[in-house]
């Protein structure tokens, strides 16, 4: 078979692939921690507010720009697990008491948010209002009064319109002011981590850590909100007052805006066989939280739809602005760390593994295994076949395993895994726990799945009690499986048998599982190698 026919699970495909558009203007949650402002002594009496008052002219833009540190954890698809992270974005004051704006991304699933304000030693406390996941802002309230403050531009901003991107970047406490002019006046927002429609496109030069600053007039009005960029392209990207200001009012009011309560970015497998939008973190109390979606999770599909396929927010977002905030949508879920696929609601039914074994058989097969495990087994090894075509995780007490090919009549027909403690044992009794993996692209030998199952288990019940034939699907596969109880006479092994297509290609393979079930160790083992078979090279 050709290898663009493979069709592989993202867990077994590392790394994942960050699929952004135009790099993130953030030094959010990634590297090294940024630097921290020199630390000075308190003053006495405490630090006071800058003079309240609108900013009417560029060099006091500074007074009204804040630098933000989020902290908390998140998990990163590229550097894992990072516990208490601090990452710094920038931001602005728009009403003398503190109300700011500044870039979702920067801000959302943290813990503890600190700003400094216009350069300020000491950090302030600042608290959420309001985010939008989709057009990538935030509004925050900053502790105390008497703030000056940033005024929107009101008049046109056409190609030529000189502006200048002020913030904090690459987390430095010094204040930066960079000069541009707009090169195009709607360009594209779709991006990796957001959905924004009206972006100005300029070339005034930003950097991670400008995330949410402003885009100012040369007589200090916003025109605009940073929040992306390519250095590789000197190309970097704003979203217009005229598309910010009616989500940030909301946003102000304490009302989410298109958002779920995650902080999420579009990645897919080097194969694009998975896309979706990976967690980073989850807002408490959130449509996500209650739910059940954590950091580290891939939202795959939402209401039925795959999420991602053209690496932006795109498809995501238009879900959300086609819904309200507490409508029911339908999830699935990729939990990266085991590997378990999860449905569920947003405001309904909390997520629940798709499809598991244990959960359907566990309460009828016995607590005590007979090889000895004491109900689990001590870890998992991911095994290959001997062309490196076919994996799956077994326990690493099925230590004996054999990669050699398919073979039927003396020829090659696709590839084989065995894996047991004692394969002789499991091939030969009843007695032994086991595996066996097979791929084939021999369809015409084979037939359909439901004809390689029956050929396959035919005979069975000379030694077996026939329990039933089984629909099954996950996200990759589908078929069916047949059960059988009591082999060897009354409460002996079971064993399960389960044939399967590809969900996209049903005529490119088919594959052939079988298990010999003795404990609970062994519905656990199940489970483990139905979530992790797969195909990932050519078959023989």
């Given at each position: 078979?050709?290898t663009s026919q493979?069709?592989?699970?993202?867990r077994?495909?590392?790394?994942l692939?960050?699929l952004?558009?135009?790099s993130?203007a953030?030094?959010l949650f990634?590297g090294?921690p940024?630097?921290a402002?020199?630390?000075?002594p308190p003053?006495d009496?405490p630090v006071?507010?800058?003079?309240s008052?609108?900013?009417r002219?560029?060099?006091?833009?500074?007074s009204?720009?804040?630098?933000i540190e989020a902290?908390?954890?998140?998990?990163d698809?590229?550097?894992?697990?990072l516990v208490n992270?601090?990452?710094r974005g920038s931001?602005f004051?728009?009403?003398?008491?503190?109300?700011?704006v500044?870039?979702?991304?920067?801000v959302?699933?943290?813990?503890?948010?600190?700003?400094w304000v216009g350069?300020?030693?000491?950090?302030?406390?600042?608290?959420?209002?309001g985010?939008?996941?989709?057009?990538d802002l935030a509004?925050i309230?900053?502790?105390?009064d008497?703030?000056?403050?940033l005024e929107?531009?009101s008049?046109?901003?056409?190609?030529?319109?000189?502006i200048?991107a002020?913030g904090y970047?690459?987390?430095?406490?010094e204040?930066?002011?960079?000069?541009g002019i707009?090169?195009k006046?709607?360009?594209s927002?779709?991006?990796?981590?957001?959905?924004?429609d009206?972006v100005?496109m300029?070339?005034?030069v930003?950097?991670?850590?400008?995330?949410?600053g402003p885009?100012?007039?040369e007589d200090?009005?916003?025109v605009a909100?940073?929040y992306a960029?390519?250095s590789v392209?000197d190309q970097?990207?704003?979203?217009?007052?005229?598309t910010?200001i009616?989500?940030i009012n909301r946003?102000?009011?304490g009302?989410?805006?298109?958002?779920i309560g995650?902080?999420?970015?579009?990645?897919?497998n080097?194969d694009g066989?998975?896309?979706?939008i990976?967690v980073s973190?989850?807002?408490?109390g959130s449509?996500?939280?209650?739910?059940g979606v954590s950091a580290?999770?891939?939202?795959t599909?939402?209401?039925?739809?795959?999420?991602?396929?053209d690496?932006?927010?795109?498809?995501?977002?238009?879900?959300?602005?086609t819904?309200?905030?507490?409508?029911t949508l339908s999830?699935e879920?990729?939990?990266w760390?085991?590997?378990?696929y999860?449905?569920?609601?947003?405001?309904g039914?909390p997520?629940?593994v798709?499809?598991?074994f244990e959960?359907?058989?566990?309460e009828?097969v016995?607590?005590t295994?007979s090889?000895?495990a004491?109900g689990?087994?001590s870890?998992y090894?991911?095994?290959?076949?001997d062309f490196?075509?076919i994996v799956?995780e077994?326990?690493?007490e099925?230590?004996?395993v054999?990669?050699?090919?398919?073979?039927d009549?003396?020829e090659v027909?696709?590839?084989?895994?065995?894996?047991?403690?004692?394969?002789?044992?499991?091939?030969s009794t009843?007695?032994e726990?086991?595996?066996?993996?097979?791929?084939s692209d021999?369809l015409?030998?084979?037939?359909?799945y439901?004809q390689?199952?029956d050929?396959i288990t035919?005979g069975?019940?000379?030694a077996?009690k026939?329990?039933?034939?089984?629909?099954y699907?996950?996200?990759f596969?589908?078929?069916?499986?047949?059960l059988?109880?009591n082999?060897g006479?009354p409460?002996?092994a079971?064993?399960?048998?389960?044939?399967a297509v590809p969900?996209?290609?049903s005529n490119a393979?088919?594959i052939?599982v079988?298990?010999?079930?003795l404990?609970?160790?062994d519905l656990?083992?199940?489970d483990?190698?139905?979530?992790?078979f797969d195909?990932?090279?050519?078959?023989?």
């Amino acid at each position: 078979m050709q290898t663009s026919q493979i069709r592989s699970r993202a867990r077994l495909l590392l790394p994942l692939t960050l699929l952004i558009v135009a790099s993130l203007a953030c030094s959010l949650f990634g590297g090294d921690p940024p630097p921290a402002p020199t630390p000075v002594p308190p003053v006495d009496p405490p630090v006071q507010p800058p003079s309240s008052g609108a900013i009417r002219s560029l060099q006091d833009v500074q007074s009204a720009t804040i630098q933000i540190e989020a902290q908390g954890t998140f998990i990163d698809p590229e550097f894992g697990l990072l516990v208490n992270a601090a990452g710094r974005g920038s931001g602005f004051i728009i009403d003398p008491s503190g109300i700011a704006v500044t870039n979702n991304h920067v801000v959302t699933g943290a813990a503890l948010l600190q700003v400094w304000v216009g350069g300020e030693s000491q950090p302030r406390n600042a608290r959420i209002l309001g985010v939008s996941e989709c057009s990538d802002l935030a509004v925050i309230d900053i502790e105390g009064d008497g703030y000056p403050f940033l005024e929107w531009h009101s008049g046109d901003v056409g190609v030529g319109f000189e502006i200048y991107a002020a913030g904090y970047p690459l987390g430095d406490p010094e204040f930066t002011l960079t000069k541009g002019i707009i090169a195009k006046a709607d360009a594209s927002g779709e991006t990796s981590w957001a959905s924004v429609d009206g972006v100005l496109m300029h070339d005034a030069v930003t950097n991670p850590g400008n995330s949410g600053g402003p885009l100012v007039s040369e007589d200090g009005k916003v025109v605009a909100v940073n929040y992306a960029g390519s250095s590789v392209t000197d190309q970097y990207f704003s979203i217009k007052a005229e598309t910010a200001i009616p989500i940030i009012n909301r946003l102000q009011s304490g009302e989410d805006v298109n958002s779920i309560g995650i902080n999420g970015v579009a990645v897919r497998n080097e194969d694009g066989s998975i896309t979706g939008i990976w967690v980073s973190s989850v807002a408490s109390g959130s449509a996500a939280d209650q739910a059940g979606v954590s950091a580290g999770d891939i939202l795959t599909t939402m209401e039925g739809l795959v999420l991602a396929t053209d690496g932006t927010m795109s498809a995501y977002c238009d879900i959300l602005r086609t819904h309200s905030a507490g409508d029911t949508l339908s999830i699935e879920i990729l939990r990266w760390a085991s590997g378990e696929y999860l449905a569920g609601q947003l405001n309904g039914r909390p997520l629940e593994v798709a499809f598991s074994f244990e959960n359907q058989l566990g309460e009828q097969v016995a607590d005590t295994p007979s090889n000895g495990a004491a109900g689990t087994y001590s870890g998992y090894s991911q095994v290959t076949d001997d062309f490196g075509a076919i994996v799956v995780e077994v326990p690493v007490e099925w230590s004996e395993v054999d990669g050699r090919p398919w073979v039927d009549g003396g020829e090659v027909i696709g590839s084989s895994i065995y894996a047991s403690a004692d394969i002789d044992g499991f091939l030969s009794t009843w007695n032994e726990p086991g595996l066996i993996f097979n791929v084939s692209d021999d369809l015409a030998r084979l037939g359909g799945y439901i004809q390689l199952l029956d050929i396959i288990t035919e005979g069975f019940t000379d030694a077996c009690k026939f329990d039933g034939r089984y629909d099954y699907e996950d996200p990759f596969y589908r078929g069916k499986y047949d059960l059988y109880t009591n082999c060897g006479g009354p409460g002996g092994a079971w064993f399960i048998v389960l044939t399967a297509v590809p969900n996209d290609n049903s005529n490119a393979f088919l594959i052939l599982v079988e298990v010999q079930i003795l404990s609970d160790a062994d519905l656990d083992a199940l489970d483990r190698i139905l979530n992790t078979f797969d195909v990932v090279g050519a078959l023989p």
